[in-house]
């Protein structure tokens, strides 16, 4: 029952979080009663739940109360940073009226929701502190042909498939894709930025998908992008931007290899090379991918599709991913933001660009020198 | 037996809010300005060529972009207009005809985009605090001031009752909306904001004249 409770309140958040955002495009506010995304979306999230949850017991389908909170707590920091406060509390009192054809007050209705889901999540925590759920221990899953696998390998061929195929069909997404590929490869910052630029609000999203079209093609540089971002929207934001963006794209490169499954690896790139890769995860892991990502002309994304054939799990992954782009992400966007002028800018961006570049490889002699140490010691 | 009754004091707590809420919010609607009242919303005066109606204020579209000045509560269109009123499009047309309004009907839905709305102009009021203020001042665009939005009426009678939206006023030229701006054309894409300094809070009653040029 409580765990029922606890996956209908994450439907409604992600349900509200969903229904809120659509107001940012008026197309759709204006077309529909955007209150019925958040019952649509609460369903889809309690089908996830059965289905990934209790048949497939996936941690995440089953929305334990940390990561309740943390739904809660991402939800509403976003939503305070699209609309502020007043805004915020005027469109969710408008999308709950809305859905009823109601006249009740906007700041009202909104506090009466915000009380009820307050209420229930305070319910939801002392029901996880007298019933503690235990993670569901996956056990060594990956290495076997699991129907949850076979399932995730055909999802992962069939969305290949349509990303690939689609190319071919859709004359829009053909020269999106053309346009795009050129640009990242000729480097072409200012075109990128004002391609962005013409797409107005919708500017960080086009950027975002950008940012994970480059991750899916490994080849294509990610720093040009990073430097369109922060020329655009100042180099604190476009930081932010191409930081969240590129540990999408990321975590999808990482989803995709665990999507075709270590079986299917497998068979493709032998037992052996896979059981080397493992052992070189293992033994430098999370150092591995920190330093991967601090060095400026290594291409990640063969490094987060190497990731998801081992056994190593997401979190600590996107948590290396996350420290290990940081700098570099601060660097590129200095050097981004200070492209329009601010010679101040440009100096301290030179700067910080050598010390990366230096600390990177001080930092990679240094991990050489252990292996070598280890190696050493093995021969002994 | 503990899982029950926390259960139960969630549930009942869900029920003492829901009460509260009730309590406080039913009291708005049941509207008196002048003669005009929910169940009457509309009146003319052929003498001053004028038709005057009552609408409610929508405080959502202080902060969100619409293009619906004013549209019936039971038309589709009806939560999404800035003020909200319960006559309906054929009302409010054919009181404009009894007080000499000719209507445009130059557009309809597969008209160009950027065509503007024709009929004789009609200047549009809002009753704030006794006084009339042009509605061009009650509204803005991308927060900047506007000038004049040129209200034409359209007419547009067959598309209004075939849409079945409720639209009354639109801000930009409209093939449905029974009187709209010619300042932007059709399918312009602008969107307007009513300004929260000017016009009265969120379920306030408002009553609108249009007047004939």
């Not at chain 2, 445009?104 to 704030?128: C, E, R």
Request: one cysteine or more; hydrophobic letters at 50%.
């Amino acid at each position: 029952m409580m765990t029922r409770l606890r996956v209908i309140y994450n439907g409604v958040v992600i349900g509200i979080l969903c229904a809120l955002l659509a107001w940012k495009s008026t197309w759709l506010q204006m077309r529909m009663s955007l209150g019925w995304i958040i019952p649509i979306v609460a369903i889809i999230v309690y089908l996830c739940y059965m289905y990934y949850g209790k048949k497939l017991q996936q941690n995440w389908a089953i929305f334990r109360f940390p990561e309740t909170l943390g739904i809660t707590i991402v939800s509403f920091i976003l939503l305070l940073m699209v609309f502020g406060w007043q805004g915020f509390v005027t469109v969710l009192g408008a999308t709950i009226r809305e859905l009823f054809k109601a006249q009740w007050s906007l700041p009202w209705t909104a506090a009466v929701i915000g009380i009820i889901l307050l209420v229930w999540l305070i319910a939801l925590f002392i029901d996880s502190r007298l019933h503690p759920v235990a993670k569901i221990v996956s056990g060594d899953k990956i290495k076997k042909l699991t129907l949850q696998s076979k399932i995730s390998l055909v999802v992962t061929i069939v969305f290949l498939v349509l990303l690939v195929g689609l190319y071919y069909v859709i004359p829009g997404y053909h020269d999106f894709i053309n346009k795009m590929s050129i640009m990242l490869a000729k480097l072409d910052i200012k075109g990128l930025r004002d391609y962005i630029n013409s797409f107005g609000v919708w500017g960080p999203l086009i950027s975002t998908l950008l940012m994970v079209f480059q991750s899916v093609l490994a080849p294509l540089p990610a720093f040009v992008l990073t430097f369109a971002n922060a020329y655009l929207y100042g180099w604190y934001f476009g930081a932010a931007l191409s930081w969240a963006s590129a540990m999408l794209g990321a975590l999808l490169c990482f989803y995709i290899a665990r999507g075709i499954g270590r079986p299917f690896a497998e068979k493709i790139i032998t037992k052996n090379a896979l059981g080397k890769m493992d052992g070189f995860f293992d033994e430098y892991g999370d150092y591995t991918i920190i330093i991967l990502r601090l060095l400026p002309f290594i291409s990640f994304d063969e490094v987060s599709y190497g990731a998801g054939f081992t056994d190593m799990k997401v979190g600590k992954f996107m948590i290396a991913t996350g420290i290990g782009q940081l700098p570099a992400t601060i660097v590129y966007s200095l050097v981004g933001g200070s492209l329009d002028g601010s010679k101040m800018m440009m100096f301290i961006a030179l700067i910080a660009f050598i010390l990366l570049v230096v600390i990177s490889l001080v930092v990679r002699k240094v991990m050489l020198n252990k292996q070598a140490k280890r190696s050493v010691d093995v021969t002994k | 037996m503990k899982k029950n009754s926390l259960i139960i004091g969630f549930i009942a707590s869900l029920l003492l809010v829901f009460g509260i809420a009730l309590g406080t919010t039913a009291n708005v609607q049941a509207a008196k300005s002048n003669s005009l009242t929910s169940s009457h919303p509309v009146q003319y005066n052929k003498k001053k060529k004028e038709v005057t109606l009552l609408t409610t204020v929508n405080g959502t579209y202080f902060t969100q972009p619409t293009r619906h000045v004013i549209v019936n509560v039971d038309g589709s269109n009806g939560n999404k207009s800035l003020l909200k009123t319960n006559a309906t499009p054929k009302q409010i047309y054919n009181d404009l005809k009894k007080v000499g309004a000719k209507p445009g009907d130059n557009l309809d839905m597969k008209s160009k985009a950027g065509s503007k709305v024709k009929g004789s102009s009609i200047k549009v009021f809002f009753v704030i605090n006794g006084k009339r203020v042009k509605a061009e001042k009650a509204v803005q665009v991308n927060n900047k001031n506007l000038k004049k939005l040129d209200f034409k009426f359209g007419g547009n009678m067959k598309t209004n009752n075939k849409a079945k939206t409720g639209c009354v006023l639109c801000f930009d030229s409209c093939p449905v909306g029974i009187v709209s701006g010619a300042k932007y054309g059709y399918k312009y894409g602008e969107h307007f904001t009513g300004k929260s300094s000017v016009l009265p809070k969120d379920g306030s009653n408002l009553k609108v004249v249009m007047q004939v040029k």
